[in-house]
C-alpha cells in the first residue's frame, strides 16, 4: 500500500507562487503515474497535472497549463507541484494521487492511491 503525504498548501496573493509536495511511501513514485487533482467546494475533483511512469510525459489541464510545473525527486521519494502565477481561482483542496498504470490521466478513477489533501487559498 502507498501512502501519500502532501503539505506547502497556505494563503497566498493573487500573482504569488506556492509549491506543494507529495511524499510517497510504500512505493517508488518514479514507478508509478503521478497527480495532482484540486477540488473546490460544491465542485468535482479535477484534474490539475500528471506525470507519467511510462514515457515520463507531463500533462496539464489548460487552465494551469504554463503556470503550474510537475515534477518528481527519486532521491526523496516526493513529487511537486510548482505553482507560480496564482489566482483566485486557483482556490482549492490539492491532493496528490498515484496510479500503477493508467491511460486517462485526467480521470480520478484511474489512480490508486491519494493523500489527504492540502488546502491552497488565492485571495484577490
Known amino acids: 500500500q502507498v501512502q501519500l503525504v502532501e503539505s506547502g498548501g497556505g494563503l497566498v496573493q493573487a500573482g504569488g507562487s506556492l509549491r506543494l509536495s507529495c511524499a510517497a511511501s510504500?512505493?517508488?513514485?518514479?514507478?508509478?503515474?503521478m497527480a495532482w487533482f484540486r477540488q473546490a467546494p460544491g465542485k468535482e475533483r479535477e484534474f490539475v497535472a500528471c506525470f507519467t511512469w511510462n514515457g515520463g510525459s507531463t500533462y496539464y489541464a489548460d487552465s494551469v497549463k504554463g503556470r503550474f510545473t510537475i515534477s518528481r525527486d527519486s532521491a526523496k521519494n516526493t513529487a511537486y507541484l510548482q505553482m507560480i502565477s496564482l489566482k483566485p481561482e486557483d482556490t482549492a483542496v490539492y491532493y496528490c494521487a498515484a496510479a500503477r498504470r493508467g491511460l486517462r490521466y485526467w480521470n480520478r478513477d484511474e489512480y490508486d492511491y491519494w493523500g489527504q489533501g492540502t488546502q491552497v487559498t488565492v485571495s484577490s
Open positions: 510504500g512505493g517508488t513514485v518514479s514507478s508509478y503515474q
